[in-house]
């Protein structure tokens, strides 16, 4: 991405946030629109406390604030628990605020969860990160205004915080929500299990092509890579 964009972090509870736009009142009204959206989360699961810990879909209670139902909208397209969007939703919700205050290029990055837009003919790159280091970090997109809205989510069985149960080094989804990429990430992850490791890889492609919004992802594993759909221009980062 161009340097000339504004650039602001912030860590946010287990949140560690990375705002990018040309305009810095969008950046500003973001970091205060993510703050009050975790805040009303975080008084959403006192309250409903099974909505943190389930691994399936839930509905939402009438009362519930924007970013909750964003998650259960999601965890339902993949089937996995609404936790499992809570990074790709804030990434949206933050990418919607810069938006809002006239940002024509923003991208919003939450834990490697990523939510972006340009109309500017200015790319954006994105490393593809995975717990293969013969690849990781080396591989990017370059994303184009063609390609936005978009969204993009990494899910790991072997690094980060985040509850899997696949066996993939990684899984990049990208989808024109992050939202929906970081619940499916976690979802075609699952899928990737078996000592057949090309085996293991066509099955998560195949979850990949059954979640409705996925455009398309990329499955690593064991220095085996696969690849499906619809993807941003795919470049060598370094």
């Known amino acids: 991405m161009k340097n000339d964009l504004f650039e602001y972090a912030l860590t946010v509870g287990e949140s560690k946030i990375h705002l990018k736009s040309d305009n810095r009142i969008a950046i500003r009204e973001a970091a205060k629109e993510i703050k009050r959206h975790r805040r009303e989360l975080v008084l959403y699961i006192k309250g409903h406390p099974e909505f943190q810990y389930s691994l399936s879909p839930l509905e939402a209670s009438p009362e519930a604030p924007r970013i909750v139902r964003d998650m259960v909208k999601s965890s339902k397209i993949a089937k996995v628990g609404p936790m499992a969007s809570v990074a790709g939703t804030l990434a949206n919700l933050g990418l919607e605020a810069m938006l809002r205050k006239g940002a024509k290029t923003a991208v919003m990055e939450d834990g490697g969860e990523i939510a972006g837009f340009t109309e500017q003919p200015v790319s954006i790159l994105v490393s593809i990160l995975s717990s293969d280091t013969s690849l990781s970090g ?101």
């Not at 936005?148 to 989804?173: R, Y």
């Not at 195949?206 to 919004?213: L, P, S, V, W």
């Not at 990329?218 to 696969?226: A, D, L, S, W």
């Open 138 to 238: 080396k591989l990017g997109f370059r994303i184009s205004r063609e390609d936005c809205p978009i969204g993009i989510a990494t899910s790991s069985s072997k690094t980060g915080h985040a509850l899997s149960f696949g066996e993939a080094d990684s899984v990049t989804v990208v989808a024109s929500s992050a939202s929906l990429a970081d619940a499916a990430a976690t979802a075609i992850c699952n899928s990737v299990v078996g000592t057949d490791i090309e085996e293991s890889i066509q099955q998560g492609l195949k979850r990949a092509e059954t979640i409705e919004g996925v455009r398309g992802v990329i499955i690593i594993r064991e220095g085996h890579t696969g690849l499906w759909g619809r993807l941003p221009k795919i470049v060598r980062v370094r």
